[in-house]
């Protein structure tokens, strides 16, 4: 497996979503529609045949009016750092190599033309992150024109999930090595496109190991908490939320388990 | 003098009667023809599939006939290697038997990947960590294995014996069979074992992730054990229902007993193994997730405690314990029936392993994936048994399949 250069500088990207703020307005899913070029069809209701990088999801607490409360939870690909780094549940399954964890950054990536659409990775993944084509993308027309130049459109039969807009990072270290500064990559000079399209600024993206940036601090907050934490996979992408039942909803507990942000409450 | 095409010294029906007999399967497999260019044609939105369901039903298909075939390696490995006389009565049987359940195993997963001309990748760009490049890479050499070791049962064909190349041809071919026994042996160990694997790995999935050995989870293991075991009691029992639509007895009783003995012991061991592994994920695994036994048979309308009882008891230990008996060998109805709740035990296995797996809820806002498969999927998932068929019976009408077969109809 490849290691990071010794020329690189290591980075671990990640996303710190605070689902306290977030409105449910899916504009992060629009803007990934558009900044990656996710093919979409007439018929969108079945949602496990649809492509979508980022999906929100709306939870509640289950209980009735006038104590209803409602969340929304926004899932991109959680970008696993595996049970041992460098090992996410999808990469190692994968027989071709189509997928892998790339170390300088930590995004796990998809090669659209090296997959043959065995699934493996899907069947791996817990968070159904990653989507199948199942038919050729259409976009209606003269929208082909709008498409995105730099990111390759993907065919049928191939696997496709959230690249953390890894174009832009490429096009921001692109930027940084000519003005003489290639390592140097400014939190603002990388940021997703549902990060910026985020109208309640719920979503924040940066380098999870730079103490500089805010998803740094962010993830350290009491409330923070990662979706399925317990199987291991070790997600670069945390939430918050001061909500119990929202931490609940997050991952799986036994009878008389708490979740840990509630631990020393219950005590 | 003409030969006659038929082995000597035995009787076939008539040409009419036999087609008529493959006329069924023949439309079979014109249907799954016509399934097969849709899905190659039009892509996999033809199946029942989707997001959640990534594997369906060919993927329990090959995991299941792949297991059934097993009958060929562990007889190869009964008779060549551990040298087991008996065993080679039905051999040849068993050879075709696997080699059409590896083709067919073969052709769902070029049916069932998205960009089928790709299929090569798995090859060139392999992946070593994968448990899916392994079991690529020894099913089809295994694949390779099973027409070496099937070419000489071929050339003993009347016909073709009275060529002198293709007698002394398959006269060396017998002589070197061992070595490909011993090889084939060796890859369907590992594979088997890989497929085992390929749910066992998944981190992901706390109802199918194991933990095991060194880089082997425990379903590795169960795997290799369970076809090894189930493997001759399927050949024996697809030989029994030949004599049953031939009527003729083909195979001596002492040879069906050996194979259930066996196989009644070995099914034995492995379902006990399998009990303590589900006690260990049950009670230690599952709940590190902070899943418990019941939020697996819970909630969803197909899969309830039943099937986790069906697999264990009712299709493990209840089969193994009539073939660990002596009384229950010698009763052929007893044996065979033994045998089925034997096969239905293993497929079972397989389906829960491939789409339990997947039917099953992570995250506590999600609900059961239930699926049920197309047309599409079905047909072509029965297209094996009609290959099956036909091969069979032009293998029994023109090959001397069973030694024992002019002995037994005098």
């Given at each position: 497996?490849?290691?990071i250069?010794?020329?690189?500088?290591a980075?671990?990207?990640g996303?710190?979503?605070d689902v306290?703020?977030?409105?449910?307005?899916?504009?992060?899913?629009v803007?990934c529609?558009s900044?990656?070029?996710?093919s979409f069809?007439?018929?969108?209701?079945?949602?496990?045949l649809?492509?979508?990088?980022i999906?929100v999801?709306?939870?509640t607490n289950?209980e009735?009016f006038?104590?209803?409360?409602v969340c929304?939870?926004?899932?991109?690909c959680m970008?696993?750092?595996?049970k041992?780094f460098?090992k996410p549940?999808c990469?190692?399954?994968c027989?071709?190599?189509a997928?892998?964890?790339?170390?300088p950054?930590?995004?796990?990536?998809q090669?659209?033309?090296r997959c043959f659409g065995c699934?493996?990775?899907?069947?791996?993944?817990?968070?159904h992150a990653r989507?199948f084509n199942?038919?050729?993308?259409?976009?209606?027309?003269d929208?082909?024109k709008?498409?995105s130049?730099?990111v390759?459109?993907?065919?049928?039969g191939v696997?496709e999930?959230?690249?953390f807009?890894?174009?832009r990072f490429?096009?921001?270290?692109?930027?940084a090595?000519?003005e003489g500064?290639?390592?140097e990559?400014?939190?603002?000079?990388?940021?997703?496109?549902?990060?910026?399209?985020?109208?309640?600024g719920?979503?924040t993206?940066?380098?999870?190991?730079?103490p500089?940036?805010?998803?740094?601090?962010?993830?350290q907050d009491?409330y923070?908490f990662?979706?399925?934490e317990?199987?291991n996979?070790?997600?670069s992408?945390?939430y918050?939320?001061?909500?119990?039942?929202?931490h609940r909803?997050?991952?799986?507990?036994?009878e008389g388990?708490?979740?840990a942000?509630?631990a020393e409450?219950?005590? | 003098?003409?030969?006659?095409?038929?082995?000597?010294g035995v009787k076939?029906c008539?040409?009419s009667?036999?087609?008529?007999?493959?006329?069924?399967a023949f439309l079979v497999?014109?249907?799954?023809?016509?399934a097969?260019?849709r899905?190659w044609?039009?892509?996999?939105?033809?199946?029942n599939?989707?997001d959640?369901y990534?594997?369906?039903l060919?993927?329990?298909a090959d995991?299941a006939?792949?297991a059934?075939?097993g009958g060929a390696?562990?007889?190869?490995?009964?008779?060549?290697i551990?040298g087991?006389k008996q065993?080679?009565?039905i051999i040849?049987?068993a050879?075709i038997?696997?080699?059409v359940?590896y083709?067919m195993a073969?052709?769902?997963l070029g049916?069932?990947?998205g960009?089928?001309?790709?299929?090569?990748?798995?090859?060139?760009?392999?992946n070593i960590h994968?448990?899916?490049?392994?079991?690529?890479f020894?099913?089809t050499?295994?694949?390779?294995v099973?027409i070496?070791?099937?070419i000489?049962?071929?050339?003993e064909?009347?016909k073709?014996q009275?060529i002198?190349?293709f007698?002394?041809l398959?006269?060396?071919m017998?002589e070197?069979?061992?070595?490909?026994a011993?090889?084939?042996?060796?890859?369907?160990?590992?594979?088997q074992?890989?497929l085992g694997g390929?749910?066992g790995v998944?981190?992901g999935r706390p109802?199918?992730f194991?933990?095991?050995?060194f880089?082997?989870?425990?379903?590795f293991?169960l795997?290799?054990?369970?076809a090894?075991?189930?493997?001759?009691l399927?050949t024996?029992?697809?030989?029994?229902?030949?004599e049953?639509?031939t009527g003729?007895r083909?195979?001596?009783?002492?040879?069906?007993?050996?194979?259930?003995?066996i196989s009644?012991?070995?099914?034995l061991?492995y379902i006990i193994?399998?009990?303590?592994d589900?006690i260990?994920?049950?009670t230690?695994?599952?709940?590190?997730?902070g899943?418990?036994?019941?939020?697996f048979?819970?909630?969803?309308p197909l899969?309830?405690?039943?099937?986790?009882i069906a697999?264990?008891v009712i299709?493990g230990?209840?089969?193994?314990?009539?073939l660990i008996?002596?009384?229950?060998?010698?009763?052929r109805?007893l044996?065979?029936?033994a045998?089925?709740l034997a096969?239905?035990g293993?497929?079972?296995?397989r389906?829960?392993?491939v789409?339990q797996?997947?039917?099953?809820?992570?995250k506590?806002?999600d609900?059961?994936?239930?699926?049920?498969?197309?047309w599409?999927?079905v047909v072509t998932?029965?297209m094996?048994?009609?290959?099956g068929?036909?091969v069979?019976s032009l293998a029994y009408?023109?090959l001397?399949?069973?030694p024992?077969?002019?002995e037994?109809?005098?």
């Amino acid at each position: 497996m490849q290691k990071i250069p010794s020329h690189t500088k290591a980075r671990h990207f990640g996303m710190v979503i605070d689902v306290d703020k977030c409105t449910g307005c899916a504009s992060c899913m629009v803007a990934c529609y558009s900044e990656n070029n996710v093919s979409f069809r007439d018929e969108e209701s079945a949602k496990m045949l649809s492509l979508n990088w980022i999906m929100v999801y709306k939870l509640t607490n289950g209980e009735s009016f006038p104590d209803t409360e409602v969340c929304y939870l926004p899932q991109p690909c959680m970008h696993c750092d595996g049970k041992e780094f460098g090992k996410p549940p999808c990469v190692s399954v994968c027989p071709a190599v189509a997928t892998d964890f790339d170390w300088p950054t930590g995004i796990v990536s998809q090669i659209y033309t090296r997959c043959f659409g065995c699934r493996y990775c899907m069947a791996a993944c817990p968070y159904h992150a990653r989507q199948f084509n199942w038919w050729d993308p259409v976009w209606p027309a003269d929208m082909e024109k709008y498409l995105s130049p730099n990111v390759s459109a993907r065919t049928r039969g191939v696997v496709e999930k959230c690249s953390f807009c890894y174009h832009r990072f490429q096009l921001a270290r692109q930027k940084a090595y000519h003005e003489g500064r290639p390592e140097e990559i400014g939190e603002d000079e990388y940021q997703t496109a549902c990060t910026q399209a985020c109208p309640s600024g719920a979503i924040t993206f940066g380098d999870l190991d730079n103490p500089e940036h805010e998803v740094y601090k962010l993830k350290q907050d009491r409330y923070a908490f990662r979706l399925l934490e317990r199987l291991n996979t070790n997600p670069s992408v945390y939430y918050i939320s001061k909500r119990k039942w929202v931490h609940r909803m997050a991952d799986n507990y036994l009878e008389g388990e708490v979740p840990a942000a509630f631990a020393e409450n219950e005590a | 003098m003409t030969t006659s095409a038929f082995p000597e010294g035995v009787k076939r029906c008539s040409g009419s009667q036999f087609i008529l007999w493959l006329l069924p399967a023949f439309l079979v497999l014109l249907i799954a023809a016509y399934a097969m260019f849709r899905v190659w044609g039009f892509g996999l939105n033809q199946t029942n599939m989707n997001d959640a369901y990534g594997f369906a039903l060919w993927i329990w298909a090959d995991l299941a006939v792949i297991a059934l075939g097993g009958g060929a390696f562990f007889s190869g490995f009964l008779a060549y290697i551990m040298g087991v006389k008996q065993v080679k009565n039905i051999i040849n049987f068993a050879v075709i038997l696997g080699l059409v359940c590896y083709s067919m195993a073969l052709l769902l997963l070029g049916l069932d990947v998205g960009q089928p001309l790709r299929g090569w990748f798995i090859f060139w760009h392999a992946n070593i960590h994968s448990m899916l490049t392994e079991v690529a890479f020894c099913l089809t050499i295994y694949l390779g294995v099973l027409i070496v070791e099937f070419i000489p049962v071929i050339l003993e064909n009347p016909k073709i014996q009275r060529i002198r190349f293709f007698h002394h041809l398959s006269h060396n071919m017998h002589e070197i069979m061992a070595v490909f026994a011993a090889t084939g042996v060796f890859l369907s160990f590992f594979h088997q074992g890989s497929l085992g694997g390929v749910p066992g790995v998944l981190y992901g999935r706390p109802f199918a992730f194991r933990e095991g050995l060194f880089i082997w989870p425990w379903t590795f293991f169960l795997f290799t054990w369970s076809a090894a075991a189930v493997g001759p009691l399927f050949t024996a029992s697809m030989c029994r229902l030949t004599e049953i639509i031939t009527g003729k007895r083909l195979v001596k009783d002492e040879v069906y007993q050996l194979l259930a003995k066996i196989s009644g012991w070995m099914l034995l061991t492995y379902i006990i193994a399998k009990s303590l592994d589900t006690i260990y994920w049950a009670t230690v695994t599952a709940p590190s997730a902070g899943f418990s036994l019941m939020s697996f048979y819970t909630n969803n309308p197909l899969y309830g405690i039943w099937i986790l009882i069906a697999e264990i008891v009712i299709c493990g230990f209840l089969p193994a314990l009539i073939l660990i008996t002596q009384k229950g060998r010698e009763n052929r109805r007893l044996l065979f029936a033994a045998a089925a709740l034997a096969i239905i035990g293993l497929c079972i296995n397989r389906w829960v392993m491939v789409l339990q797996t997947l039917a099953a809820p992570l995250k506590p806002f999600d609900e059961w994936f239930m699926y049920s498969p197309a047309w599409t999927e079905v047909v072509t998932t029965i297209m094996p048994v009609a290959v099956g068929i036909i091969v069979i019976s032009l293998a029994y009408r023109y090959l001397p399949l069973f030694p024992q077969e002019r002995e037994l109809n005098p």
